[in-house]
Every structure is written in structure tokens, then in C-alpha cells.
């Protein structure tokens, strides 16, 4: 290319969520505090910043490590929330507990409570759209004492009584999109009952902080020539805005972090953005900026 630079910007929009943020920073607290903290599960789906926490003295327990905690030992709850026996457990064992529990997922573990207490009155059940086994589907069937329904696909809808009444919930961080279809589909299904009556009530609890990605990152992924998009190899959230931005610019790398970057990448290009999922560390996409700089 000719004596030109490209450009290099990092998306606005990209990195932690408030609540990944907030948990982090509860974490940096209670390491510069106490010097040790275990969390219950990965913090963040981020490998280079698990590798950062954990070189600060953060452990990471697994599911069965509650068990085997001892009174006084200092245990982080991380974003997507517990359910209510985690915290009886933990309180049994005289654990210190820290709740990072996002404000968000607190509200919508609230509101599946109430929401199973009305059904089991009426005979009806609890709906959520979610990932089974993701820790907040865990915390949130927990809190709804196992009156709820885990749906992940619509070939699954088949499974539902629509002659009963239902409350319908999403896990903050599922697709809206995929979202609004799995309702219209339980909707239809309810008017087609013996009664045509709708028993239906759907609460659209997806988190803004991840619906408005996914238009951002289309915009921001059209707006440049190249995109090296930043994400954990876990991370869901991260799948999915990078096929967002691999539809819209075919010239989208993914990468975990700069060892992958390729300077044939950049050859072409007169704008390259860097961008990363909601659980992509900041300082992570700077190294990724930083690294492109001395490579273009
Ligand atoms: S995505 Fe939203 S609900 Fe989930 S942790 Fe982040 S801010 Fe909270």
C-alpha cells in the first residue's frame, strides 16, 4: 500500500458490560484486600483476563467446591447470579461471602420468583429462553423452585401444555431476535388451544447492554476495511457479534489475543477496527492496537 497509514480505531462500544465491570472490580478489591479470593466459576469468558485475575491470586472453584469451603474463606459470586441453595450453602459453612450478582440478573431472579409463585397457584409454569447449563439459567430455574420450562430451540416448544397459563422470560443475554420469534411461536400456539384463550405473558428481559451490540457492531464492522474482533474462545456473546460482523465484513479476524495477528491482514487497508464482546478486557483490545501499529 502506498506511503498512507491506515487507520486504527477501537469500537466505542465494545468491552465489559456494567456488571462484568462491576464484578471485576470486586475482585481487584478483594485481592488488594485480602490478597486471595476464590470465584464460583469463570469471572469473565475471557482467557487473558482469567490469566490476569488468577496471576493476581484469584481461584477459580468449580461447582463442587462449595463443599469443601471453610468458615472465614472469602467466596465471589460472579455476575450471572447463583441460585438461592448455592447461597444457603455457603452460608451453612460460615463462608464470606461477596455478591457481584449483576443488578440486572438480581431484578430478573426476583421477578421468575414472583412468577413461579403466581403459576404454582394457577396450575401454570415458568418459561425461559436461555442456554441450559449457563450459570444464570442455573440461578434463575433456582429461583423459580423448579417450576420452570428451559427452552433453547423452537422444535422444543412442542413440549409446552398451551391450555395452561405461562409466564415467558429470556436469560439477559440471549439473542432478541431469536427471542421475538420464540414468543410470536408460543403466541400463535396458545390461540390455536381449545379455548383460543391466550394464557400468555411474555417479559422481554434481555439486557439493553447486549441488544444494542448487536446494531453497533454492524455499523462499526461496515465503517471499516478491516476487523479484528477480540473475544474469548467460550465466549457466546462473543460468537455471535463476530458472525455479525463476519456477515457484514468479510474481512473480520478473530482473534484472542495479539500472537494471532497476521500483518498480511492489513496490506489493503486504509481503516482497520478493533473490536471485542462484552466480556473483552479494554486493555486487551489496546495490546491488539498497539501491536498493529508496529506491524502496518
Ligand atoms: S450483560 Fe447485562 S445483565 Fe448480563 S452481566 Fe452484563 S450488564 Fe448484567
Given at each position: 500500500?502506498?506511503?498512507?497509514?491506515?487507520?486504527?480505531e477501537?469500537?466505542?462500544?465494545?468491552?465489559f458490560?456494567?456488571?462484568v465491570?462491576?464484578?471485576?472490580?470486586?475482585?481487584?478489591?478483594?485481592?488488594?484486600?485480602?490478597?486471595e479470593?476464590?470465584?464460583?466459576?469463570?469471572?469473565?469468558?475471557?482467557?487473558?483476563?482469567?490469566?490476569?485475575?488468577?496471576?493476581?491470586?484469584?481461584?477459580?472453584?468449580?461447582p463442587?467446591?462449595?463443599?469443601?469451603?471453610?468458615?472465614?474463606?472469602?467466596?465471589?459470586?460472579?455476575?450471572?447470579?447463583?441460585?438461592?441453595?448455592?447461597?444457603?450453602?455457603?452460608?451453612?459453612?460460615?463462608?464470606?461471602?461477596t455478591?457481584?450478582?449483576?443488578?440486572?440478573?438480581?431484578?430478573?431472579?426476583?421477578?421468575?420468583?414472583?412468577?413461579s409463585?403466581?403459576?404454582?397457584?394457577?396450575?401454570?409454569?415458568?418459561?425461559?429462553y436461555?442456554?441450559?447449563?449457563?450459570?444464570?439459567?442455573?440461578?434463575?430455574?433456582?429461583?423459580?423452585s423448579?417450576?420452570?420450562i428451559?427452552?433453547?430451540?423452537?422444535?422444543?416448544?412442542?413440549?409446552?401444555?398451551?391450555?395452561?397459563?405461562m409466564?415467558?422470560?429470556?436469560?439477559?443475554?440471549?439473542?432478541?431476535?431469536?427471542?421475538?420469534?420464540?414468543?410470536?411461536?408460543?403466541?400463535?400456539?396458545a390461540r390455536?388451544?381449545?379455548?383460543?384463550?391466550?394464557?400468555?405473558?411474555?417479559?422481554?428481559?434481555?439486557?439493553?447492554?447486549?441488544s444494542?451490540?448487536?446494531?453497533?457492531?454492524?455499523?462499526?464492522?461496515g465503517?471499516?476495511?478491516?476487523?479484528?474482533?477480540?473475544?474469548?474462545?467460550?465466549?457466546?456473546?462473543?460468537?455471535?457479534?463476530?458472525g455479525?460482523?463476519?456477515?457484514?465484513?468479510?474481512?473480520?479476524?478473530?482473534?484472542?489475543?495479539?500472537?494471532?495477528?497476521?500483518?498480511e491482514?492489513?496490506?489493503?487497508?486504509?481503516?482497520?477496527?478493533?473490536?471485542?464482546?462484552?466480556?473483552?478486557?479494554?486493555?486487551?483490545?489496546q495490546?491488539?492496537?498497539?501491536?498493529?501499529?508496529?506491524?502496518?
Amino acid at each position: 500500500m502506498d506511503n498512507l497509514k491506515p487507520r486504527i480505531e477501537i469500537d466505542p462500544s465494545a468491552g465489559f458490560c456494567s456488571g462484568v465491570k462491576r464484578a471485576i472490580e470486586s475482585a481487584e478489591n478483594l485481592l488488594k484486600s485480602a490478597g486471595e479470593v476464590s470465584c464460583l466459576g469463570e469471572i469473565v469468558h475471557n482467557e487473558a483476563e482469567m490469566d490476569r485475575l488468577e496471576g493476581l491470586g484469584m481461584r477459580v472453584m468449580g461447582p463442587d467446591d462449595t463443599k469443601i469451603q471453610k468458615a472465614g474463606s472469602k467466596v465471589l459470586i460472579r455476575a450471572h447470579g447463583v441460585p438461592p441453595e448455592t447461597y444457603k450453602e455457603l452460608k451453612d459453612k460460615q463462608v464470606v461471602i461477596t455478591d457481584a450478582t449483576c443488578p440486572v440478573v438480581l431484578r430478573l431472579q426476583q421477578k421468575v420468583k414472583q412468577a413461579s409463585a403466581e403459576m404454582l397457584q394457577v396450575g401454570g409454569t415458568v418459561v425461559i429462553y436461555g442456554k441450559p447449563g449457563h450459570a444464570e439459567i442455573a440461578g434463575l430455574v433456582g429461583n423459580a423452585s423448579g417450576n420452570a420450562i428451559v427452552i433453547s430451540t423452537p422444535d422444543q416448544l412442542d413440549s409446552l401444555d398451551f391450555t395452561k397459563p405461562m409466564m415467558v422470560f429470556s436469560q439477559t443475554t440471549s439473542d432478541l431476535n431469536l427471542y421475538r420469534e420464540i414468543c410470536d411461536t408460543i403466541l400463535s400456539l396458545a390461540r390455536k388451544t381449545a379455548t383460543g384463550e391466550t394464557k400468555v405473558m411474555i417479559h422481554q428481559t434481555i439486557c439493553g447492554q447486549v441488544s444494542r451490540r448487536a446494531p453497533a457492531i454492524e455499523k462499526f464492522a461496515g465503517s471499516h476495511d478491516v476487523i479484528i474482533f477480540v473475544s474469548g474462545s467460550d465466549s457466546s456473546n462473543g460468537k455471535y457479534l463476530a458472525g455479525i460482523s463476519k456477515f457484514v465484513n468479510d474481512h473480520t479476524y478473530i482473534v484472542t489475543g495479539p500472537g494471532q495477528l497476521n500483518p498480511e491482514w492489513f496490506a489493503k487497508a486504509y481503516t482497520i477496527g478493533i473490536s471485542g464482546a462484552t466480556s473483552t478486557p479494554q486493555w486487551l483490545m489496546q495490546q491488539i492496537a498497539s501491536e498493529i501499529e508496529s506491524m502496518i
